[in-house]
């Protein structure tokens, strides 16, 4: 048995595609903002009006009449509010019901089985040297979101697209160039626009010193080996590793542009060639190819979705940075154009990052705040929790005092506590296992705790058709804040003991839905502190 948010959501899906032949994106059910509203709150009246041109009130009495004869007795009533609003009220036997099921299959209680293969394309910064923080955000959103895809049970393969073409790379390797000059003693020119980060006189000192022949291939092989220490540092892996160069290459690139070609979708003008865009919905038409013959970088990226749309995934993910917004429309075009859907590929923006502190941040390697430098300052779980604490669309203003603060200000210390103050507990208890006695939890603490546990269920659903991270975040903290209150108030060993038996069984669930939040964003649950 699963909990009565998936079962209810089962069965309004049911509802709707049997008595109105629709589906609506999920999630069907929200939270009100106020419990005399009830447990759960659906606006699917309010939608569906606006497709069949009905009034929400009617669909609403239509749609209450189905849910109280396929929940009954799971709810106590379900009830209607201008202009459509469903509130259910769940009975307090299903909530007993939901909180056993969950103490026997622990995070199992909240999985579901989507099944969907996924290829999810994150980071891909230049490999132009280490991680500033701003590709830290697009890392750890990136990770998360793969944790949460395959929580819900797809196949998630996560890829890494290596710009190892171009101008900042000829840059890169002039500079390098530049730098082994300068360890032998001649006479060097350094570029103008070249990188002049301490990492850059490391790569030439070690070329020197090995004797190495190739400056390209040992440069981009140092600065890769950069970004994946940076990577690994913060519990973050990747299965493929895609070089934009073996792609020209291979062909891969001629082979899409001849494509287009053979499609109609390509003219010459001013001796460059042009992929005709806008006939799938871009502003204009774009250069792939110069009139020196040589392609543009929009190039490889059409050759490189096609590839991915060719090793028959269900969905396409990319997380790009903020000056890629403008690179949107043309890709979508370009996917249209072999004769794919466009819905194929979902792109989030990931908005930048700026650091808060009373103490100047380390630039030791150059002009940017380097990723490793906030590790060092804070730790990983820190880094990790904060960068998911805004919606990937707002500016993150990372607060490095407050992420250092061993108090309640503190949110990621504030949910760490509460996992410490649960273990600890458990530990003056000794109890090895505890009969369920769940029927004993009376008072209105005891259940909206309860409650609250099985609103998880929600805030996964919301986290995950969203891809906001930031989702989980919020409810671990709600969690928290109940809890130490719940806490302060109830005491838990000492009482009565079926009291005492059930009131550990709702802490030790507690103590599952704070893990399996945590570990969903890569953090491990604290048992002291």
């Known amino acids: 048995m699963k909990g009565f948010y998936q079962k209810a959501s089962s069965v309004l899906e049911e509802i ?21 509203f009830g447990d759960f709150s659906s606006m699917v009246a309010l939608k569906l009006a606006s497709k069949l041109k009905k009034d929400p009130l009617e669909i609403a009495v239509q749609l209450k009449s189905s849910l109280e004869k396929l929940l009954s007795p799971d709810v106590e009533k379900v009830d209607i509010l201008r202009p459509g609003f469903i509130n259910v009220f769940v009975s307090r036997k299903a909530l007993i019901q939901s909180l056993n099921e969950l103490l026997k299959s622990r995070d199992r209680f909240f999985r579901q089985q989507l099944k969907k293969r996924v290829l999810l394309e994150f980071v891909s910064a230049n490999p132009t040297g280490p991680l500033s923080i701003a590709h830290g955000r697009q890392a750890l959103v990136g990770d998360v979101i793969g944790r949460i895809l395959e929580f819900f049970g797809n196949t998630v393969e996560r890829e890494y697209y290596v710009n190892d073409e171009g101008r900042q790379i000829e840059l890169l390797v002039e500079s390098v160039q530049a730098r082994i000059k300068e360890v032998r003693g001649e006479e060097f020119h ?6 002049r980060a301490a990492y850059v006189k490391d790569i030439a000192q070690k070329f020197f010193q090995e004797k190495r022949k190739n400056v390209k291939r040992f440069t981009l092989s140092h600065t890769l080996s950069l970004i994946k220490r940076d990577l690994r540092r913060l519990n973050i892996q990747f299965d493929n590793w895609v070089s934009q160069g073996k792609l020209i ?22 001796g460059a060639c042009w992929f005709s865009s806008t006939h799938f919905g871009d502003d204009k038409d774009r250069v792939i190819q110069k009139g020196a013959g040589s392609f543009t970088y929009f190039a490889s990226d059409i050759a490189y979705h096609r590839e991915k749309i060719k090793r028959e995934f269900d969905e396409l993910i990319n997380l790009w940075g903020p000056d890629h917004h403008g690179y949107i429309e043309r890709v979508i075009a370009s996917i249209e154009a072999f004769g794919f859907s466009r819905e194929i590929l979902k792109i989030i923006i990931i908005q930048l990052v700026s650091i808060k502190t009373k103490e100047r941040m380390s630039r ?3 002009t940017a705040v380097l990723l490793s430098d906030l590790i060092d300052e ?8 904060y960068y998911l604490t805004r919606r990937n669309s707002s500016h993150l203003e990372f607060d490095i005092d407050l992420a250092q603060e061993a108090s309640f200000n503190n949110p990621l210390y504030y949910v760490q506590y509460a996992c410490a103050r649960i273990e600890s507990i458990f530990r003056k208890a000794k109890k090895k296992s505890l009969p369920s006695h769940s029927e004993f939890l009376q008072s209105e603490d005891e259940i909206n705790l ?3 546990l099985l609103q998880f269920s929600y805030s996964l659903e919301k986290a995950y058709y969203s891809l906001e991270p930031v989702f989980i975040i919020e409810y671990l903290k709600s969690l928290a804040a109940y809890f130490h209150k719940f806490y302060e108030r109830r005491r838990v060993l000492g009482e009565a003991q079926n009291v005492m038996c059930a009131r550990l069984n709702l802490l030790k669930a507690t103590k599952v839905v704070l893990g399996c939040g945590l570990t969903l964003l890569g953090i491990k649950p604290l048992k002291r502190m």
């Open 16 to 36: 709707l595609k049997k008595d109105f032949h629709k589906e609506l994106e999920p999630p069907l059910w929200e939270l009100p903002p106020k419990q005399e």
């Open 190 to 195: 350094f570029p103008e626009d070249g990188y």
């Open 249 to 270: 290459q291979d062909g891969k690139v001629k082979d899409a542009i001849a494509l287009l070609k053979k499609k109609g979708h390509i003219y010459e003008k001013e």
């Open 364 to 366: 030791r390697k150059g």
């Open 378 to 385: 804070v730790g990983k779980d820190a880094v990790r929790f």
């Open 450 to 452: 309860l409650r609250l």
